[in-house]
């Protein structure tokens, strides 16, 4: 029986540290980007500002192209080798569809006693040709494209503050919640 209890103990352990999210970033210079996602940049946003970031994650290394364009912020994330991944445009929640959004509120609402959504994102990853192509023009192929939304959350469950990750459908569908390991929210204000 004892055996029993350690290893309930340690698969509950394990599980639940793999729900959560250690994500760092560090600025990096444009010099020691690869040629391949300066190419992608270049071509979709000529003569904008962009900041390169050197992201450190759960799953290893990423790069990722930062930047505001006409008010929207932008981010393009590449592997290592500079190879496209995906890209995140942020957008307010009243740019969702009004029953998907419902259907965020409503998840959200029933996980925490009080919730703050600090960002929206919509996600594209998939075919580097077709997602661009959609970015740029509205049309493409989107059965080559993945699409949802990625939403961080601080939110006051029980006395708690914790920062969330959440992943939804483009249909307000929930997909997966991840902690945010590196934020601080000790001082946070609702």
């Known amino acids: 029986m004892k055996y029993y209890f350690i290893f309930l103990f340690f698969f509950i352990t394990v599980a639940s540290s793999a729900q959560e999210k250690v994500e760092m970033e560090y600025p990096i210079s444009h010099k020691n980007v690869p040629d391949t996602a300066k190419k992608v940049i270049c071509e979709l946003f000529p ?5 390169w970031i050197l992201e450190r994650n759960n799953s ?10 006409n008010k ?6 590449f592997d290592r080798n500079g190879f496209f991944e995906d890209l995140e445009v942020e957008l307010p929640l ?8 419902n259907k965020i509120k409503s998840k959200l609402e029933s996980d925490f006693d009080r919730f ?4 929206i994102q919509h996600h594209y990853s998939g075919n ?4 661009l192509k959609l970015y740029q023009t509205g049309v493409a192929r989107l059965r080559f494209i993945s699409q949802r939304f990625e939403i961080v959350v ?3 469950k029980d006395k708690k503050i914790n920062s969330y990750e959440y992943l939804f459908s483009l249909e307000g569908d929930f997909g997966e919640r991840l902690i945010n390991a590196e934020e601080n929210t000790d001082n946070l204000l609702f």
């Not at 929207?72 to 994330?77: C, G, Q």
């Not at 703050?116 to 960002?119: E, L």
């Not at 580097?128 to 997602?131: D, I, S």
Request: charged content about 40%; proline content about 0%; overall charge positive.
């Open 47 to 51: 003569g904008e500002k962009v900041k």
């Open 94 to 101: 009243s740019d969702v569809e009004k029953e998907a959004a």
């Open 60 to 69: 290893g290394d990423n790069l990722e192209a930062k930047l505001k364009v």
């Open 128 to 131: 580097q040709v077709e997602v």
């Open 154 to 156: 601080y939110g006051i």
């Open 116 to 119: 703050k959504i600090k960002k």
């Open 72 to 77: 929207t912020r932008i981010s393009i994330e």
